[in-house]
C-alpha cells in the first residue's frame, strides 16, 4: 500500500521561503515521477513541480525561478523549496506520484493528504 505524507506547510510571510516535504512508503518512489500540486479555494488544483526518476523536472510559470523541487531517494523523500513567497501561493499544497510523464493532475495515481501553505502580505 502506498502513503504520501506531507509536512513542513504554515503561515509565512510575503516574500519568505518555505520547504515542504513528502515521505513516500510503499515501492513506487524509485519508479514513479513525484510532484507538487496546489490548490486554492474555487479555484482547479494545478501543478507546482514535477520530477521524474530520472531527468529534469518542470515547473509551472507561476513559480519558475523561484521554487526547486527534489528527490531523495535513500529517504524517499520529495521536497518542495519555494522562496519569494506571495499571498496568491496561498493554497493547499498536495504531494503526487504519478506512474507516466503525463502531469495532468487528474492522472497522477496517488495523492496526500495535503498541508496548507498560507502567505499573508
Known amino acids: 500500500q502506498v502513503h504520501l505524507v506531507e509536512s513542513g506547510g504554515g503561515l509565512v510571510q510575503a516574500g519568505g521561503s518555505l520547504r515542504l516535504s513528502c515521505v513516500a512508503s510503499g515501492s513506487i518512489f524509485s519508479s514513479y515521477y513525484m510532484g507538487w500540486y496546489r490548490q486554492a479555494p474555487g479555484k482547479q488544483r494545478e501543478l507546482v513541480a514535477r520530477?521524474?526518476?530520472?531527468?529534469?523536472?518542470i515547473y509551472a510559470d507561476s513559480v519558475k525561478g523561484r521554487s526547486a523541487i527534489a528527490r531523495d531517494s535513500a529517504a524517499t523523500t520529495v521536497y518542495l523549496f519555494m522562496t519569494s513567497l506571495k499571498p496568491e501561493d496561498t493554497a493547499t499544497y498536495y504531494c503526487s506520484a504519478g506512474s507516466t510523464p503525463d502531469s495532468a493532475w487528474s492522472h497522477q495515481r496517488y495523492w496526500g493528504q495535503g498541508t496548507q501553505v498560507t502567505v499573508s502580505s
Open positions: 520530477i521524474p526518476t530520472d531527468g529534469p523536472p
